[in-house]
T-cell receptor, first 111, second 113 residues
């Protein structure tokens, strides 16, 4: 299956701490994307990292990709209560129009 | 800037009734369009995608169908709803081409009773 799988399923931290979420997959990819979803809302695109890239940053977000281990991680630094949401990784394999999403990590940041 | 609209926001329908969910995109041309369903506490399941007017690819054979009558309009339909059709339906668009980031609408919460 091309589906990405996030780990952990749920994560609870205190405001100011860092949060790390992982995504593993089984096939070769063109790129891997991270999305955020607040409860009952649509998804918001965070970062896209291509198969030939190893690390990308956007504000407090840092994404790494290790194609040899078929895994990616999303790090949120100095977390805030407003970061509370579900985070999904999605993979694109080859010349493909489709994203295949994992089941997500529910992040709770306690004030 | 681009915006994506979905309606209705919530819908309660009896089993066996028809369904029509609409999605429109503004501010872009020739987008790829997608319909997803999300069950409670789960990831997204791709239902249909379209790379052009009248071009629909179905990912999961089921009780639903999709149409793209105009470049920026994507419609999800059913002739007879099942209980299992309940869920959160999300429409998304992406720029032309493969593998691009997707931009999601606010979603429709469908409850079939």
């Amino acid at each position: 299956s091309q589906q990405g799988e996030e780990d952990p399923q749920a994560l609870s931290i205190q405001e100011g701490e860092n949060a790390t979420m992982n995504c593993s997959y089984k096939t070769s990819i063109n790129n891997l994307q991270w999305y955020r979803q607040n409860s009952g809302r649509g998804l918001v695109h965070l970062i896209l990292i291509r198969s030939n890239e190893r690390e990308k940053h956007s504000g407090r977000l840092r994404v790494t990709l290790d194609t040899s281990k078929k895994s990616s991680s999303l790090l949120i630094t100095a977390s805030r209560a407003a970061d509370t949401a579900s985070y999904f990784c999605a993979i694109v394999g080859g010349s493909n129009y489709k994203l295949t999403f994992g089941k997500g990590t529910l992040l709770t940041v306690n004030p | 800037s681009q915006t994506i609209h979905q309606w209705p926001a919530t819908l309660v329908q009896p089993v066996g009734s028809p369904l029509s969910l609409e999605c429109t995109v503004e501010g872009t041309s020739n987008p790829n369009l997608y319909w997803y369903r999300q069950a409670a506490g789960r990831g997204l399941q791709l239902l249909f995608y379209s790379v052009g007017i009248g071009q629909i690819s179905s990912e999961v054979p089921q009780n639903l169908s999709a149409s793209r009558p105009q470049d920026r309009q994507f419609i999800l339909s059913s002739k007879k709803l099942l209980l299992s059709d309940s869920g959160f339906y999300l429409c998304a668009w992406s720029p032309r081409g493969a593998g691009n980031e997707q931009f999601f609408g606010p979603g429709t919460r469908l409850t079939v009773l």
